[in-house]
Nanobody
Framework: QVQLVESGGGLVQAGGSLRLSCAAS????????MGWFRQAPGKEREFVAA????????YYADSVKGRFTISRENAKNTMYLQMNSLKPEDTAVYYC????????????????????WGQGTQVTVSS
């Protein structure tokens, strides 16, 4: 059974940084792409970033491009999201996710591409 566990969330001032981690278990980690999504209060869950199974390819939402960096360490079955220059509008619960099957898309960005989700970690950015 695939399990994803996020960590690293917290409270930070605007302009600060946080690094989120996502530990995966239950299947061969480097076979599948991974992604980060977030959901702010009263809003729908939205795509943040995704990474190919090797880590060579990445894709970002326009709202975080240049500020966030997604990466993975396949030897540790772990994915990361380095978040710099944080803004109050980045406040949300952040989720890591992975597809349930191999996809033609190397770096999936659609929520419907993802089958397994973590429990989420809260990120709060104060102004």
């Amino acid at each position: 059974q695939v399990q994803l566990v996020e960590s690293g969330g917290g409270l930070v001032q605007a302009g600060g940084s946080l690094r989120l981690s996502c530990a995966a278990s239950g299947r061969t980690f480097n076979t599948y792409a991974m992604g980060w999504f977030r959901q702010a209060p009263g809003k729908e869950r939205e795509f943040v970033a995704a990474i190919s199974r090797s880590g060579a390819g990445t894709y970002y939402a326009d709202s975080v491009k240049g500020r966030f960096t997604i990466s993975r360490e396949n030897a540790k079955n772990t994915m990361y999201l380095q978040m710099n220059s944080l803004k109050p509008e980045d406040t949300a619960v952040y989720y890591c996710a992975t597809p349930g099957r191999l996809l033609a898309t190397i770096i999936p960005a659609a929520e419907s591409d993802y089958a397994y989700w973590g429990q989420g970690t809260q990120v709060t950015v104060s102004s």
